[in-house]
C-alpha cells in the first residue's frame, strides 16, 4: 500500500539555525500538506501546496517558513532562523487529485534547544 | 470558540463494549468530515469519512447531523487494539483540515 514519508525522524537543532524536513508524498497524489502538532496539543494546518504554488495557508504559516517542490518526489518545508516553540511534530500528507482525504507521513520530530 | 469541539475522555470500556464519541463543529461551511485515530506519538491515520447519509465500514459507523452541525462515531465490539486517540475533523478552508483536540479511548481486558 503507498505510503506517505519523511525525513528525518527526529531533528535536533539550535535556536536560530536553518531546518529543512523533507517528504515523499503518494506517487500519484497531487496536492500536499504540512502540519505541525505540539507536544500534547492538537493537530494544527500550516500549508497547502498544489501545481507547484501554494494554495492555502494559516496564520502559522508566516515569513520563518517556506515549501519547495524541488523534484518529481520530494516535497519540503523549511524553517528559517528557527525558535524555541517551533519544537513539535511536523507531519506531511497528501492527498488525490478529487479526495480531500488526506494521508498522513509518519512524522518528523523537531526539537530546538 | 473552537472550530471542532470533542469531549477529551478519557473513556475507559471493557472488550466488547459499544462506545460512542461525539463531535461538534461551529464553522457551517465546513463540507467534508472525517474520523482519525492517533496513536501515542504517531501520526493520524484516517479511519473513515463521514457522509451525511451515515455510513458504516465494519464495527464503526459515522454520522452527520449538518443542522446541528454534529458528528458522531459508534464502534461496536471494542478490541484492544482500539485503544487510541480518535480525532474529529472538518475542511474548513479549500482543503484545510481542522482537527480536535481527540478523544482518548482506552479498551480493558
Known amino acids: 500500500e503507498p505510503e506517505v514519508t519523511q525525513t528525518p525522524s527526529h531533528q535536533v537543532t539550535q535556536m536560530g539555525q536553518e531546518v529543512i524536513l523533507r517528504c515523499v508524498p503518494i506517487?500519484?497524489?497531487?496536492?500536499f500538506y504540512w502540519y505541525r502538532q505540539i507536544l500534547g496539543q492538537k493537530v494544527e494546518f500550516l500549508v497547502s501546496?498544489?501545481?507547484?504554488?501554494?494554495?492555502?495557508k494559516s496564520e502559522i504559516f508566516d515569513d520563518q517558513f517556506s515549501v519547495e517542490r524541488p523534484d518529481g518526489s520530494n516535497f519540503t518545508l523549511k524553517i528559517r532562523s528557527t525558535k524555541l516553540e517551533d519544537s513539535a511534530m511536523y507531519f506531511c500528507?497528501?492527498?488525490?487529485?478529487?479526495?480531500?482525504?488526506?494521508?498522513f507521513g509518519p512524522g518528523t520530530r523537531l526539537t530546538v534547544t | 470558540r473552537k472550530e471542532v469541539e470533542q469531549d477529551p475522555g478519557p473513556f475507559n470500556v471493557p472488550e466488547g463494549a459499544t462506545v460512542a464519541f461525539n463531535c461538534t463543529y461551529s464553522n457551517s461551511a465546513s463540507q467534508s468530515f472525517f474520523w482519525y485515530r492517533q496513536d501515542c506519538r504517531k501520526e493520524p491515520k484516517l479511519l473513515m469519512s463521514v457522509y451525511s447519509s451515515g455510513n458504516e465500514d465494519g464495527r464503526f459507523t459515522a454520522q452527520l447531523n449538518r443542522a446541528s452541525q454534529y458528528i458522531s462515531l459508534l464502534i461496536r465490539d471494542s478490541k484492544l487494539s482500539d485503544s487510541a486517540t480518535y480525532l474529529c475533523v472538518a475542511n474548513t478552508g479549500r482543503r484545510a483540515l481542522t482537527f480536535g483536540s481527540g478523544t482518548r479511548l482506552q479498551v480493558q481486558p
Open positions: 501546496f498544489y501545481n507547484n504554488e501554494i494554495s492555502e
Open positions: 500528507a497528501s492527498s488525490g487529485r478529487n479526495s480531500l482525504e488526506q494521508y
Open positions: 506517487s500519484n497524489h497531487l496536492y
